[in-house]
């Protein structure tokens, strides 16, 4: 298979971490027969430097162009950096918000898998950790609550703030196709997760979820409250699979689901949009530290290469082999500074990009 991949190698340690999952990306290809092409992309405060704006139209437009993009992260210290005093639309951050909706980007995957190696690591009971657990959270991410009308004014003299929450059946149905395909290559499970007691926009989400449940025979779906998979999260994580929920909820069982795992440096993530494109980064933060320490975690955005393998070439057995051989590494006891632990073996960047090449 021939790939254009578009590369955002973005800021702080994202150069670093963007290189190593390359490397495993080159070293999966020469195993399995694959053509790659990499288009170099500019955005955050890289593109600032050379650019003066986060996004540039030709950047979009090139990225668009791309079979799908990987990114490793965006943005500096917010007290330091001269990026921060440029007005909010000109800030790193704005341009991955600009990136995502010309993308049209509405499908958020954010994995959280507990490794047996790292359970150590994990916040939860003992018992519980000892289980694993490994869910996929697919969050709508451009409608609901966050995208709605707000205003705030004055009323008899008192401010009133209002948010105004609003789904239609053509989001959710989108959003719910996709959970099930992605479902459809896991273990077939799917818990849709809303307020269906409190909210109409959860009553038709449940609904329109209902009725693409049916098209999908061979998934199990259960229905969950938001309140209840908050707590669920922490006292039986392992009974998940993929969880599908709109965009605030996905946003905070996400951050949630994240802490479990004990380690946000391995915390991949995708943006999908209706077609097989996808954006896939790491869920940290770009770090700006440890940047040229050598020292950063590459093992999210390399896992994030491994979902861009999976969800938008369908090369289940090359993603298969990347996430085996990123497990294969931290069984032979080698570990980053930050999920360093007694009796482990600390490398670097490089060397844990390497270590990865050689099980593939």
């Not at 992309?41 to 079979?67: C, F, H, R, W, Y």
């Not at 959710?172 to 007691?197: C, E, L, P």
Request: glycine content about 8%; overall charge negative; proline content about 3%.
């Amino acid at each position: 298979m021939d790939m254009n991949i578009g590369v955002i190698k973005g800021d702080g340690i994202g150069p670093e971490i963007v290189d190593e999952a390359m490397k495993v990306l080159d070293k999966t290809a020469e195993v399995y027969g694959h053509q790659i092409e990499y288009t170099q992309l500019l955005m955050g405060g890289a593109s600032i430097d050379v650019n003066g704006v986060p996004l540039t139209e030709e950047t979009l437009e090139q990225a668009k162009k791309s079979d799908a993009v990987l990114m490793g992260s965006i943005g500096g210290d917010a007290k330091t950096s001269p990026w921060y005093r440029l007005e909010p639309s000109k800030r790193p951050e704005a341009g991955l918000l600009q990136l995502r909706k010309g993308l049209n980007l509405f499908a958020n995957l954010r994995p959280a898998v507990l490794y047996s190696e790292l359970k150590g690591a994990c916040p939860l009971k003992e018992e519980i950790a000892e289980q694993g657990f490994d869910m996929m959270i697919m969050r709508e991410l451009t409608g609901g609550l966050y995208f709605g009308k707000r205003s705030t004014e004055e009323e008899d003299g008192v401010l009133v703030a209002r948010d105004e929450l609003t789904y239609s059946e053509t989001e959710i149905r989108r959003i719910a196709k996709r959970g099930f395909d992605i479902a459809m290559k896991r273990w077939k499970k799917v818990t849709s997760v809303d307020k269906a007691n409190v909210l109409d926009s959860s009553r038709l989400w449940r609904k329109i979820v209902e009725e693409v449940a049916k098209e999908y025979p061979e998934v199990t779906l259960e229905h969950m409250l938001v309140d209840n998979a908050a707590m669920q999260l922490v006292k039986d994580p392992a009974q998940f699979d993929v969880i599908l929920t709109e965009n605030m909820f996905g946003d905070i069982l996400s951050d949630e689901a994240s802490m479990v795992t004990g380690s946000i440096g391995m915390l991949a993530s995708a943006s999908l949009n209706d077609t097989k494109f996808g954006l896939y980064e790491p869920s940290g933060g770009s770090a700006s530290d440890i940047a040229g320490k050598g020292i950063a975690n590459p093992i999210a955005t390399i896992l994030s290469a491994a979902m861009m393998l999976r969800y938008s070439f369908d090369l289940d057995q090359e993603a298969d082999a990347i996430e085996a051989a990123v497990e294969k590494v931290l069984e032979e006891g080698y570990r980053t500074i930050d999920i360093m632990s007694e009796g482990m073996t600390q490398i670097g960047t490089k060397e844990m990009g390497e270590r990865i090449c050689s099980y593939i």
